[in-house]
């Protein structure tokens, strides 16, 4: 069982940076790869980035790439999500999501869900 707690969201201005972090607690974080999604008032929730267990392999959608980089801290249990250049179109909940050892870009292979964190971005 893994718990995650999501922090960090907030209120910013468009162009603008923030950096969330998801905590995990429970056993053996290490062998679990981490997933950001995020919904969006009125829309489907979407995949953001991914990292795999191991933190060696990274992925992100394309509306995020450049901008967004996905790392982590194996040894705090703790995964972030570094935001820069936001737009408005990145005002949603986002979550951190975590399955077995590779990520993917489906929340249905997903096994354990944090209860999210709001990012609005102000134009």
């Known amino acids: 069982q893994v718990q995650l707690v999501e922090s960090g969201g907030g209120l910013v201005q468009a162009g603008g940076s923030l950096r969330l972090s998801c905590a995990a607690s429970g056993r053996a974080f290490s062998t679990y790869a981490m997933g950001w999604f995020r919904q969006a008032p009125g829309k489907e929730r979407e995949f953001v980035s991914g990292i795999n267990w191991m933190g060696a392999s990274t992925y992100s959608a394309d509306s995020v790439k450049g901008r967004f980089t996905i790392t982590r801290d194996n040894a705090k249990n703790t995964v972030f999500l570094q935001m820069n250049s936001l737009n408005a179109e990145d005002t949603a909940v986002y979550y951190c999501?975590?399955?077995?050892?590779?990520?993917?870009?489906?929340?249905?292979?997903?096994?354990?869900w944090g209860q999210g964190t709001q990012v609005t971005v102000s134009s």
């Open positions: 999501a975590a399955r077995k050892f590779s990520a993917t870009m489906s929340e249905r292979d997903y096994d354990y």
